[in-house]
């Protein structure tokens, strides 16, 4: 009979989580980073549906503590050097595919995250009531940011900023909280973003009133909470990764691949930047020499008309609305191949770096 104190075969023999072959570390990277570029996906989804999550926030909990890990170090930095070259490789096709093809992203990223969900299990057993609360609890988690929530407005001062930060932060932890999607439902998206152009524009006081606070936030939010889920992933391993099953389960209930861009023409920023502009007054010549288009008058008008009343925040809201549609039989056909596909890839990807 296992003896529940007894180190599983992925942790190392002081109990700490296995080492992971350095490929598979980069690779690991390589999808947070092209998740993180898909609005709605964690790239904390794609570490742990490979089988590195526990690894992940053992390393990252030691560098927030100032601990010299050298194992620690070295899993960071191949983590960071995937996903710095999945980011500067496929920035341009991801956002391309994610505007023009979003059934297609979603299918492959709903394929790959499901294919971790074998691993995550066996590290559920025996299963018990602790078990199913827990899967019930981050399933709940999941199901409340797809469908609980909308747009919220919140005041803009530095103790607002530091919150913020923190919460957004959690997007680099936690599997299926996408830091995007949080900020946009708080209605700070376009502030935080807006701060790092603002900066580099000459707004230097306006921009790092925004980031620094926010940037401290984020600190503290990860250090914190990478802090907590170690501890809590070695105190009550079967509860906690029954927790991550549930939140990798419902990270796929707000990625159903047949949506499309509820207004197309806001998925384009420069055209974003055109509207709030002419919103404010701006002559129609600036606007277009600011943003690079040739927009007539006729076409000014008509974004005004529809779009006139938003205000910044709700325009990148809406420029992520999305409305379902109906897809063909060679589209089912497609997504079903995809899912297939990313399941197969996170199960080859998921097995290996045990110790035994």
Known sequence: MHDEHEPRGDAAPNGSPAPAAPQRVIFGGFLMGLANLVPGVSGGTMILALGLYDRFISAIADVTRLRREPRSIFFLTLIGLGAVTSVALLAGVAVDLVVHHRWVMYSLFVGMT????????????????????????????????????????????TVVYLIVGAIAASSMILPGVSGSYLLLILGMYEVVVGS????????????????????????????????????????????????????????????WPFQEAQHPELTDRSTRIAVTLLVEGTDLAAVNEAVGLQLDETCADELLERYGNFSGDELKAQSVALKRFDPSARQWGIALLLLLAGGITTRFLGRGSKTH
Request: proline share 6%.
């Open 114 to 157: 499901l294919g971790g969900v074998p691993e995550l299990w066996k590290q559920c057993r025996p299963l018990g009531a602790s078990t199913a609360i827990g899967t019930l609890v981050g399933v709940g988690i999941m199901a409340g940011l797809a469908w609980g929530l909308s747009s919220t407005q919140l005041p803009r001062n």
């Open 196 to 255: 790092i152009s603002e900066t580099l524009r000459g707004d230097r006081m306006e921009g790092l009133a925004v980031m620094v606070p926010v940037g401290i936030g984020a600190v503290l939010g990860v250090a914190l909470l990478s802090n907590v889920l170690k501890f809590a992933l070695a105190r009550a391993p079967k509860p906690s990764h029954a927790v991550l099953l549930g939140l990798l389960c419902g990270s796929v209930l707000g990625l």
